[in-house]
């Protein structure tokens, strides 16, 4: 049964977030692979400032693009969405990446958008369930950025993903036994997180609010860059 804490630290791991500098890698995605980025000023002034990414991994359901997409309206960052991006370079939804091409194919994309999104900062990445299932991309992923863990009780993970259609792991038989086999199987991957946060019992916003909390904390006693690029960026006049 998972442990219902708030935010479960893991201090062992946070020390690998001494995130470094790397301006020549940064410019090179800003203009080249994201061009997009050019046209928003603002965003690229918080991706200067910030300490690195926020980057979301779980199993799914857990809410981890509903959390990231909001995490990022509050912290002034871009939200990346893995699948999304995924679905975007590909121009093919993920439901036809695996009936076309295979698991493995999504997974090799999926691969690839891990070391894309990981050489960035000052982004929320919401990532699929099962990218942690390649060490590498939880790697690449932590070389810019902050591990947040959201979990949720397999009951609640069927109530909130079993009806839906778009994603091919979860049909709509499947039991709360058989999320419950393929979560156990997967948690070890999760457990690697800087910090973990049960969602079973909490809205989006109350999560939110917590991972807010949880980054300026760090702020205040670690130094680094999160809420307060916001600040930074209105002193300097936007
Ligand atoms: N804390 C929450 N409470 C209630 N419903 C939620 C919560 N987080 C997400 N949901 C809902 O659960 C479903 C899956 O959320 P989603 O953000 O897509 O999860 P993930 O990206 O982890 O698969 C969505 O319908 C979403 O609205
Ligand atoms: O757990 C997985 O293997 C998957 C999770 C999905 O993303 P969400 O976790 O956002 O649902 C998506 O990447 C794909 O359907 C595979
Ligand atoms: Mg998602």
Redesign the pocket.
Known sequence: MQERLNIQERPDIQERLDIQEQPGVQEQLDTQERPDMQEQPELQKQQECSSGNVVLI??????????GRRLAARLGFRYLDTDQEIERVTGMSIVEIFTHHGEARFRAEEHEMAKTLGALRGQVV?TG?GIVLNPDNLTVLREQGLIIA?TARPDVVWQ??AH?TH?PLINQSITVEEIAAMMERRMPYYQSADVTID?SD???RE?VDQLVDYLRRREAERGERWLICQTLAVEKGG
């Open positions: 779980g199993f799914m359901g857990t809410g981890k693009s509903s959390v919401a369930g959201l909130r993903v839906r994603r969602t909490k809205t989006v999560i």
